[in-house]
């Protein structure tokens, strides 16, 4: 089991920039992918982006179409750390941001980055935009 924390969030007027983290630990296997996921009030969790790796080496991204220009993942593996830097932050982007993993290779990222694709969680971090 991977385990994870997430942080960085808060509070950040429109047309703001965040940094998430995520710390991650535990993988047994260099064939993964992590997920970055929110969950706005009344809604379901939703995938935001997503990143396979093969062999522990940057394989394959995506990003759901509302966040594409605006939001970049990038990571340090050697510290096993994973970022999603959020710009041009828009009020539509409130919400509880995870961070997931799943060993397991994702050969249709943008059909799999979906929660029900991922095993392990971390903690949320919430994210919210001012207008």
């Known amino acids: 089991e991977v385990q994870l924390q997430a942080s960085g969030g808060g509070l950040v007027q429109a047309g703001g920039s965040l940094r998430l983290s995520c710390a991650a630990s535990?993988?047994?296997?260099?064939?993964?992918?992590i997920g970055w996921f929110r969950q706005a009030p009344g809604k379901g969790r939703e995938g935001v982006a997503c990143i396979d790796y093969r062999h522990s080496t940057l394989y394959s991204t995506y990003y759901e179409d509302s966040v594409k220009g605006r939001f970049t993942v990038s990571s340090d593996n050697a510290k096993n750390m994973y970022y999603l830097q959020m710009n041009t932050l828009e009020p539509e982007d409130t919400a509880v941001y995870y961070c997931a993993a799943d060993e397991s290779v994702f050969p249709k990222l943008q059909i799999m980055c979906r929660p029900d694709f991922f095993d392990d969680w971390g903690q949320g971090t919430q994210v919210t935009v001012s207008s």
């Open positions: 535990g993988f047994t296997s260099d064939n993964y992918a």
